[in-house]
Protein backbone atom coordinates (compact mmCIF):
# COMPACT_ATOMS: atom_id res chain seq x y z
CA UNK A 1 0.00 0.00 0.00
CA UNK A 2 1.40 3.34 -0.59
CA UNK A 3 1.43 6.03 2.16
CA UNK A 4 1.75 9.19 1.09
CA UNK A 5 3.41 11.77 3.32
CA UNK A 6 3.48 15.57 2.51
CA UNK A 7 5.67 18.11 3.34
CA UNK A 8 5.10 21.65 3.88
CA UNK A 9 5.08 23.52 0.33
CA UNK A 10 7.35 25.97 1.68
CA UNK A 11 9.64 27.24 4.98
CA UNK A 12 6.85 27.12 7.66
CA UNK A 13 6.90 29.66 10.52
CA UNK A 14 6.98 27.88 14.17
CA UNK A 15 4.79 28.65 17.17
CA UNK A 16 7.63 31.24 18.76
CA UNK A 17 7.46 33.25 15.60
CA UNK A 18 11.12 31.13 14.59
CA UNK A 19 11.20 29.53 10.97
CA UNK A 20 10.97 25.95 11.28
CA UNK A 21 12.82 24.08 7.77
CA UNK A 22 10.70 21.45 6.62
CA UNK A 23 11.32 19.23 3.42
CA UNK A 24 9.32 19.59 0.22
CA UNK A 25 6.36 17.32 -0.63
CA UNK A 26 7.42 14.13 -1.40
CA UNK A 27 6.21 10.50 -1.02
CA UNK A 28 6.94 7.79 1.15
CA UNK A 29 7.33 4.36 0.78
CA UNK A 30 7.92 1.47 3.17
CA UNK A 31 10.31 -1.30 1.01
CA UNK A 32 9.12 -4.54 2.01
CA UNK A 33 11.67 -6.94 0.30
CA UNK A 34 15.20 -5.36 -1.87
CA UNK A 35 13.02 -6.58 -5.27
CA UNK A 36 10.19 -4.15 -3.70
CA UNK A 37 12.68 -1.94 -3.01
CA UNK A 38 14.54 -1.71 -6.45
CA UNK A 39 10.94 -1.51 -8.27
CA UNK A 40 10.04 1.58 -6.83
CA UNK A 41 13.76 2.65 -6.81
CA UNK A 42 13.04 1.89 -11.00
CA UNK A 43 9.83 3.50 -11.45
CA UNK A 44 10.33 6.43 -10.01
CA UNK A 45 14.15 6.91 -11.81
CA UNK A 46 16.14 9.61 -10.10
CA UNK A 47 13.56 11.21 -8.46
CA UNK A 48 13.66 8.52 -5.79
CA UNK A 49 15.99 8.34 -2.98
CA UNK A 50 16.51 4.93 -0.27
CA UNK A 51 16.42 6.15 3.02
CA UNK A 52 18.14 4.41 5.87
CA UNK A 53 18.62 5.77 9.33
CA UNK A 54 17.84 9.63 7.54
CA UNK A 55 20.63 10.98 9.66
CA UNK A 56 22.11 12.93 6.19
CA UNK A 57 19.51 12.77 4.12
CA UNK A 58 16.35 14.20 6.02
CA UNK A 59 18.15 17.43 7.24
CA UNK A 60 19.29 17.82 3.07
CA UNK A 61 15.47 18.12 2.34
CA UNK A 62 15.14 20.03 4.98
CA UNK A 63 17.52 22.85 4.02
CA UNK A 64 15.84 21.68 0.25
CA UNK A 65 19.67 20.94 -0.86
CA UNK A 66 17.86 17.46 -1.74
CA UNK A 67 14.51 17.04 -3.43
CA UNK A 68 13.49 13.50 -3.60
CA UNK A 69 10.02 12.82 -5.02
CA UNK A 70 10.00 9.78 -3.37
CA UNK A 71 11.69 8.08 -0.28
CA UNK A 72 12.16 4.43 -0.41
CA UNK A 73 12.47 3.58 3.25
CA UNK A 74 14.69 0.33 3.47
CA UNK A 75 14.75 0.03 7.54
CA UNK A 76 12.70 -2.94 7.29
CA UNK A 77 14.64 -5.41 5.36
CA UNK A 78 16.63 -6.91 7.87
CA UNK A 79 18.55 -8.83 5.43
CA UNK A 80 20.74 -6.04 4.41
CA UNK A 81 22.23 -5.74 8.32
CA UNK A 82 24.62 -7.59 10.11
CA UNK A 83 28.30 -8.28 10.42
CA UNK A 84 29.51 -11.66 9.58
CA UNK A 85 32.24 -13.75 8.28
CA UNK A 86 31.81 -15.95 5.35
CA UNK A 87 33.46 -16.84 2.34
CA UNK A 88 37.35 -15.60 4.01
CA UNK A 89 35.84 -11.89 4.13
CA UNK A 90 33.83 -9.59 6.56
CA UNK A 91 31.03 -8.93 5.19
CA UNK A 92 28.85 -5.92 6.82
CA UNK A 93 24.95 -5.31 5.77
CA UNK A 94 24.24 -1.57 4.31
CA UNK A 95 21.79 -1.37 7.01
CA UNK A 96 23.98 -2.15 9.91
CA UNK A 97 23.89 0.67 12.82
CA UNK A 98 26.49 2.28 13.71
CA UNK A 99 26.15 1.09 17.23
CA UNK A 100 26.03 -2.73 15.89
CA UNK A 101 29.48 -2.19 14.16
CA UNK A 102 30.39 -0.49 17.37
CA UNK A 103 28.87 -3.61 19.44
CA UNK A 104 30.22 -6.33 16.73
CA UNK A 105 33.19 -8.30 18.37
CA UNK A 106 34.01 -10.29 15.16
CA UNK A 107 34.46 -6.56 13.30
CA UNK A 108 36.79 -5.46 16.00
CA UNK A 109 38.65 -8.96 16.51
CA UNK A 110 39.59 -8.79 12.26
CA UNK A 111 40.00 -5.29 11.52
CA UNK A 112 39.81 -2.88 14.94
CA UNK A 113 40.11 0.11 12.72
CA UNK A 114 36.48 -0.12 12.74
CA UNK A 115 35.71 0.19 16.61
CA UNK A 116 38.42 3.10 16.35
CA UNK A 117 36.02 4.55 14.13
CA UNK A 118 33.15 4.05 15.43
CA UNK A 119 33.84 5.47 18.45
CA UNK A 120 34.17 9.10 17.51
CA UNK A 121 30.99 9.39 14.98
CA UNK A 122 28.80 11.50 15.96
CA UNK A 123 26.68 10.65 19.57
CA UNK A 124 24.96 7.61 20.73
CA UNK A 125 21.70 8.79 18.92
CA UNK A 126 23.28 9.23 15.80
CA UNK A 127 25.01 6.11 16.02
CA UNK A 128 21.79 4.06 17.15
CA UNK A 129 19.54 5.06 13.94
CA UNK A 130 22.63 5.92 11.26
CA UNK A 131 23.82 3.24 9.03
CA UNK A 132 27.09 1.90 7.89
CA UNK A 133 25.28 2.08 4.15
CA UNK A 134 24.05 5.36 4.11
CA UNK A 135 27.62 6.96 5.81
CA UNK A 136 29.70 6.16 2.52
CA UNK A 137 26.16 6.81 0.11
CA UNK A 138 26.39 9.78 1.79
CA UNK A 139 30.28 10.24 0.42
CA UNK A 140 30.51 13.70 2.12
CA UNK A 141 34.77 14.55 2.00
CA UNK A 142 34.48 13.96 5.61
CA UNK A 143 32.77 10.90 6.54
CA UNK A 144 34.93 8.62 8.61
CA UNK A 145 33.67 5.61 7.21
CA UNK A 146 34.75 6.20 3.90
CA UNK A 147 38.35 6.73 4.56
CA UNK A 148 38.56 3.17 6.79
CA UNK A 149 37.00 1.23 4.17
CA UNK A 150 39.38 2.93 1.68
CA UNK A 151 42.21 1.85 4.09
CA UNK A 152 40.90 -1.46 4.36
CA UNK A 153 40.15 -1.72 0.35
CA UNK A 154 36.80 -2.91 1.10
CA UNK A 155 34.58 -3.83 -1.77
CA UNK A 156 30.84 -2.84 -2.29
CA UNK A 157 28.06 -5.03 -3.24
CA UNK A 158 25.29 -2.92 -5.19
CA UNK A 159 22.19 -4.52 -6.40
CA UNK A 160 19.89 -3.58 -9.07
CA UNK A 161 16.69 -4.96 -10.91
CA UNK A 162 19.69 -6.96 -13.20
CA UNK A 163 21.87 -8.36 -10.94
CA UNK A 164 24.42 -7.92 -8.40
CA UNK A 165 28.03 -6.11 -9.27
CA UNK A 166 31.07 -5.66 -7.03
CA UNK A 167 32.55 -1.98 -6.93
CA UNK A 168 36.02 -1.81 -5.38
CA UNK A 169 35.37 1.17 -2.65
CA UNK A 170 38.01 3.30 -3.95
CA UNK A 171 36.19 3.63 -7.19
CA UNK A 172 33.07 3.97 -5.60
CA UNK A 173 33.44 7.79 -4.67
CA UNK A 174 32.84 9.70 -7.84
CA UNK A 175 32.80 12.95 -6.42
CA UNK A 176 31.05 14.76 -3.18
CA UNK A 177 27.94 13.64 -2.62
CA UNK A 178 28.25 11.18 -5.13
CA UNK A 179 28.75 7.44 -5.68
CA UNK A 180 28.98 4.36 -8.05
CA UNK A 181 25.20 3.70 -6.94
CA UNK A 182 22.54 3.79 -9.88
CA UNK A 183 19.60 5.53 -9.33
CA UNK A 184 17.59 2.01 -9.14
CA UNK A 185 20.35 0.15 -7.38
CA UNK A 186 21.12 -0.69 -3.57
CA UNK A 187 24.14 -0.91 -1.39
CA UNK A 188 23.72 -4.16 0.36
CA UNK A 189 26.88 -5.40 1.87
CA UNK A 190 30.38 -4.10 2.10
CA UNK A 191 33.34 -6.51 2.30
CA UNK A 192 36.48 -7.08 3.39
CA UNK A 193 38.67 -9.82 2.48
CA UNK A 194 40.59 -11.30 5.49
CA UNK A 195 44.53 -11.96 5.11
CA UNK A 196 47.16 -13.09 7.70
CA UNK A 197 49.31 -10.46 9.45
CA UNK A 198 47.00 -7.10 9.97
CA UNK A 199 46.63 -4.51 12.03
CA UNK A 200 44.56 -1.54 11.34
CA UNK A 201 44.02 1.56 13.12
CA UNK A 202 42.06 4.84 12.84
CA UNK A 203 43.30 8.55 14.64
CA UNK A 204 41.13 11.80 14.36
CA UNK A 205 41.40 15.01 15.54
CA UNK A 206 38.02 16.80 15.83
CA UNK A 207 36.82 20.13 17.43
CA UNK A 208 34.54 18.06 19.99
CA UNK A 209 33.65 14.88 20.91
CA UNK A 210 31.20 13.99 18.36
CA UNK A 211 32.60 16.40 15.69
CA UNK A 212 33.08 15.87 11.69
CA UNK A 213 36.99 15.42 11.66
CA UNK A 214 39.20 18.25 11.24
CA UNK A 215 41.38 15.51 9.54
CA UNK A 216 41.43 12.10 10.31
CA UNK A 217 43.83 8.95 9.04
CA UNK A 218 43.49 5.05 8.70
CA UNK A 219 45.82 2.70 8.49
CA UNK A 220 45.69 -1.23 7.51
CA UNK A 221 49.12 -2.81 7.48
CA UNK A 222 49.66 -6.35 6.19
CA UNK A 223 53.26 -7.66 7.70
CA UNK A 224 54.95 -10.33 6.23
CA UNK A 225 58.51 -11.81 8.14
CA UNK A 226 61.47 -9.92 6.96
CA UNK A 227 65.39 -9.92 7.17
CA UNK A 228 66.27 -10.01 10.73
CA UNK A 229 63.17 -10.61 12.20
CA UNK A 230 62.07 -7.22 11.09
CA UNK A 231 58.56 -7.47 9.04
CA UNK A 232 58.21 -5.93 6.05
CA UNK A 233 55.03 -4.11 4.69
CA UNK A 234 53.39 -6.88 2.47
CA UNK A 235 50.39 -4.57 1.65
CA UNK A 236 49.33 -1.20 3.73
CA UNK A 237 45.74 0.41 2.66
CA UNK A 238 46.27 4.47 4.03
CA UNK A 239 42.73 6.19 3.88
CA UNK A 240 42.39 10.36 4.98
CA UNK A 241 39.19 11.50 6.18
CA UNK A 242 38.46 15.69 5.82
CA UNK A 243 41.74 16.96 3.49
CA UNK A 244 40.63 16.33 0.05
CA UNK A 245 42.73 12.95 -0.63
CA UNK A 246 41.45 11.92 -4.36
CA UNK A 247 39.30 8.74 -3.59
CA UNK A 248 40.02 9.19 0.43
CA UNK A 249 43.09 7.54 -0.49
CA UNK A 250 46.67 8.35 0.12
CA UNK A 251 48.46 6.66 -2.83
CA UNK A 252 51.67 7.77 -2.51
CA UNK A 253 52.33 6.65 0.91
CA UNK A 254 51.13 3.66 0.15
CA UNK A 255 53.52 2.92 -2.74
CA UNK A 256 56.35 3.76 -0.86
CA UNK A 257 55.65 1.88 2.33
CA UNK A 258 55.01 -1.54 0.25
CA UNK A 259 58.07 -4.32 0.58
CA UNK A 260 59.83 -1.77 3.64
CA UNK A 261 60.19 -2.00 6.97
CA UNK A 262 57.34 -1.16 9.08
CA UNK A 263 59.05 0.83 11.52
CA UNK A 264 59.53 4.18 12.36
CA UNK A 265 61.38 5.46 9.56
CA UNK A 266 59.26 3.84 7.02
CA UNK A 267 55.97 5.30 8.34
CA UNK A 268 57.64 8.80 8.78
CA UNK A 269 58.11 9.11 5.41
CA UNK A 270 54.83 7.87 4.08
CA UNK A 271 53.31 11.00 6.98
CA UNK A 272 55.68 13.32 4.64
CA UNK A 273 54.47 11.54 1.64
CA UNK A 274 50.17 11.42 2.80
CA UNK A 275 50.87 15.33 4.14
CA UNK A 276 52.45 16.34 0.55
CA UNK A 277 49.57 14.69 -1.59
CA UNK A 278 46.40 15.83 -0.27
CA UNK A 279 44.38 18.78 -0.89
CA UNK A 280 42.44 20.09 2.50
CA UNK A 281 40.60 23.08 2.07
CA UNK A 282 40.45 26.13 4.70
CA UNK A 283 37.21 26.15 6.74
CA UNK A 284 36.19 26.76 10.12
CA UNK A 285 37.75 24.21 11.31
CA UNK A 286 41.33 24.99 10.75
CA UNK A 287 43.46 26.44 7.61
CA UNK A 288 45.14 24.36 5.06
CA UNK A 289 48.40 24.38 6.58
CA UNK A 290 46.82 23.39 9.86
CA UNK A 291 44.80 20.26 8.36
CA UNK A 292 47.86 19.51 6.23
CA UNK A 293 50.84 18.92 9.61
CA UNK A 294 47.31 16.44 10.87
CA UNK A 295 47.23 14.27 7.84
CA UNK A 296 50.92 14.05 8.36
CA UNK A 297 51.01 13.12 11.79
CA UNK A 298 47.69 11.09 12.17
CA UNK A 299 49.44 8.91 9.37
CA UNK A 300 52.08 8.04 10.87
CA UNK A 301 50.42 7.51 14.62
CA UNK A 302 47.56 5.32 12.97
CA UNK A 303 50.76 3.42 10.92
CA UNK A 304 52.25 2.52 14.48
CA UNK A 305 49.14 1.64 16.05
CA UNK A 306 48.58 -0.77 13.39
CA UNK A 307 51.68 -2.35 13.43
CA UNK A 308 51.45 -3.00 16.63
CA UNK A 309 48.46 -4.44 16.74
CA UNK A 310 49.63 -6.40 14.19
CA UNK A 311 52.33 -7.92 16.41
CA UNK A 312 54.52 -5.90 16.84
CA UNK A 313 55.29 -4.10 20.46
CA UNK A 314 58.15 -2.41 21.22
CA UNK A 315 57.82 0.27 18.34
CA UNK A 316 58.76 3.51 19.40
CA UNK A 317 56.73 6.30 19.56
CA UNK A 318 53.29 6.40 20.87
CA UNK A 319 50.11 7.50 19.15
C1 LIG B 1 24.65 15.43 14.55
C2 LIG B 1 25.38 14.55 13.58
C3 LIG B 1 26.75 14.33 13.75
C4 LIG B 1 27.43 13.53 12.87
N1 LIG B 1 28.78 13.31 13.04
C5 LIG B 1 29.45 12.50 12.21
C6 LIG B 1 30.84 12.24 12.38
O1 LIG B 1 31.48 12.70 13.31
N2 LIG B 1 31.45 11.44 11.48
C7 LIG B 1 30.77 10.87 10.43
O2 LIG B 1 31.38 10.17 9.64
N3 LIG B 1 29.46 11.08 10.24
C8 LIG B 1 28.79 11.88 11.11
N4 LIG B 1 27.46 12.09 10.93
C9 LIG B 1 26.82 11.50 9.78
C10 LIG B 1 26.20 10.19 10.11
O3 LIG B 1 27.17 9.22 10.37
C11 LIG B 1 25.46 9.88 8.85
O4 LIG B 1 24.48 10.85 8.70
C12 LIG B 1 24.67 8.68 8.86
O5 LIG B 1 25.32 7.60 9.40
C13 LIG B 1 24.26 8.35 7.43
O6 LIG B 1 23.56 7.17 7.50
P1 LIG B 1 22.00 7.17 7.43
O7 LIG B 1 21.62 5.75 7.56
O8 LIG B 1 21.42 8.13 8.38
O9 LIG B 1 21.80 7.67 5.91
P2 LIG B 1 20.57 8.40 5.25
O10 LIG B 1 20.49 9.80 5.72
O11 LIG B 1 19.34 7.57 5.34
O12 LIG B 1 21.07 8.37 3.72
C14 LIG B 1 22.20 9.08 3.30
C15 LIG B 1 22.36 8.92 1.79
O13 LIG B 1 22.68 7.57 1.48
C16 LIG B 1 21.68 6.99 0.62
N5 LIG B 1 21.54 5.60 1.07
C17 LIG B 1 21.37 5.19 2.36
N6 LIG B 1 21.41 3.85 2.40
C18 LIG B 1 21.57 3.42 1.12
C19 LIG B 1 21.68 2.12 0.52
N7 LIG B 1 21.67 0.99 1.24
N8 LIG B 1 21.85 2.05 -0.82
C20 LIG B 1 21.89 3.19 -1.57
N9 LIG B 1 21.80 4.43 -1.04
C21 LIG B 1 21.64 4.55 0.29
C22 LIG B 1 20.45 7.87 0.77
O14 LIG B 1 19.63 7.83 -0.36
C23 LIG B 1 21.09 9.22 1.00
O15 LIG B 1 21.46 9.77 -0.25
C24 LIG B 1 26.75 12.91 11.79
C25 LIG B 1 25.37 13.12 11.62
C26 LIG B 1 24.68 13.92 12.50
C27 LIG B 1 23.21 14.12 12.30
Not at 104 to 120: F, K, Q, T
Not at 262 to 270: Q, V
Request: net charge neutral; glycine share 12%.
Amino acid sequence: MRQVTSGAADVARGGSGGRVQVPAHFEYQRATSLDHALALLSRFGPEARVVAGGHSLIPMMKLRLAQPELLVDVNDLTELAGVRVEGGELRIGALTRHAELLASAVAGEHYPILHDAERVIADPVVRNRGTVGGSVCQADPSEDLSGVFAALRATAVIQGVDGERRVPLRKFFTGPYETAVGPAEVLVELRVPLRPGSGSAYVKVDRRAGDWAVAAAGAALWLAPGPGGVPVVADVGIGLTAVGARDFVAAEAEEHLRGRPAGDESFAAAGALAARHCRPAADQRGPVDYKRHLAGELTVRALRLAARRAGRPGLRGTV
